[in-house]
């Protein structure tokens, strides 16, 4: 395995979130908590502009909540419905392709 690419999957692991993000030209913050709801892998406080992803997670995991909590925001700022459909179906490949971009940018 090349040097390089063994990097970028250390890098990947250690995967951390930022802590905010420019969304429709509104700042959010993302915060990574230990508890983040009942049942949840994450949310969104339109009020707060914060979203609110469960510690703990793997990357793949933590990203494609942040991706679906990213939605919500869009909804929002928006104010469109893309909806729970959409947004969970979309959620995994969506993640999937970053992971391949971040991947192969360095191969
Ligand atoms: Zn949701």
């Given at each position: 395995m090349p040097v390089l690419y063994t990097i970028v999957v250390d890098k990947l692991k250690t995967m951390k979130l930022p802590k905010q993000l420019i969304i429709c030209d509104i700042i959010w913050r993302i915060e990574v908590r230990?508890?983040?709801?009942?049942?949840?892998m994450g949310y969104c406080d339109i009020n707060k502009r914060l979203i609110v992803i469960l510690k703990g997670m793997s990357d793949f995991d933590s990203l494609s909540t942040l991706i679906h909590e990213v939605n919500h925001a869009i909804e929002f700022t928006l104010n469109i419905k893309i909806g729970h459909n959409i947004i969970n179906k979309t959620e995994a490949p969506i993640t999937s392709v970053i992971f391949q971009l971040f991947k192969t940018e360095h191969t």
């Open positions: 230990k508890y983040a709801g009942k049942n949840t």
